[in-house]
């Protein structure tokens, strides 16, 4: 092959690599601009989240203050007129509140606090992760067994539960009343503290738990307050006592 020939064969072969990393180039290019859109839209995504939190909360603010005016006219408005059908009637609509979990409450009971197991049992090589965490279905049958035992106002982690609440198993964690909560658990019970106390200690599922290590602590209070179910605000208006 002549000196001609060569070159051309190496002109050919530099044009080609040029060609070839040009694209590649462009290729990384193209991935990293896919990249930083990516990074964009998350950053722009969680902007956004925390002004609906911001707004959210400055809702939640102004119904608490419509809440609380609500009632400071209604109290006027009864103190001014006397009227004895008003008294009636504002009595009335404190003990529905107070029923349907809409006020505070305040009560002798029990607190409960669930956590998952410390660790697996390095004796036992075939335990079951699962068995070492609480599940929804735990949570639901002490529920079950404390409404048995008479319990009168239940919160889980200052949660109210009301009728419509539910305990939804969300990986290591548990929704209740929308709202996202790990463990512990502290099951806050208003009723009968001895027959809480000994009906729930003496249980079959506390039992099946305690055995699998899972850490279960109970004990009596001679007050226990519950917060009134929140479905949408956050601050704390009014409060009622259970007896």
């Known amino acids: 092959m002549s000196k001609k020939d060569t070159r051309l064969v190496f002109f050919i072969a530099f044009v080609m690599f040029g060609l070839l990393l040009s694209v590649q180039f462009k290729s990384i ?23 609906e939190k911001e707004k959210t909360k400055y809702l939640e603010e102004q119904i608490s203050l419509a809440e609380k005016d609500r009632e400071n006219l209604l109290n006027e408005l009864i103190e001014s007129q006397g009227d004895e059908y008003l008294l009636a009637l504002k ?3 404190d003990r529905t509140n107070l029923i349907a979990g809409l006020t505070d409450v305040k009560g002798p009971g029990i607190i409960i606090e669930l956590d998952d197991a410390p660790g697996r049992n390095p004796d036992n090589p075939f335990e079951d992760p699962n068995d070492l965490i609480i599940h929804e279905p735990d949570i639901l049958t002490i529920l079950n067994e404390l409404k048995k035992l008479g319990a009168q106002a239940i919160s889980i982690n200052g949660e109210r ?10 990986g ?22 001895e027959m809480l106390y000994n009906g729930i200690s003496e249980s079959f599922i506390v039992y099946i738990l305690r055995s699998y290590r899972i850490r279960v602590d109970i004990k009596k209070s001679n007050e226990v307050i519950i917060p009134k179910y929140e479905y949408l605000q956050k601050d704390i208006v009014g409060e009622g006592t259970l007896k």
Request: contains cysteine; positive net charge.
């Open 91 to 93: 009595e009335k609509l």
């Open 172 to 193: 290591p964690t548990i929704l209740i009343n929308n709202k996202r909560y790990p463990v512990p658990y502290v099951i806050s019970v208003i009723g009968d503290p």
């Open 161 to 170: 539960l009301v009728s419509t609440s539910e305990q939804i198993c969300a």
């Open 29 to 51: 290019l193209k991935v990293n601009s896919k990249k930083l859109s990516v990074e964009n839209k998350i950053v722009l995504y969680k902007d956004q989240l925390e002004a």
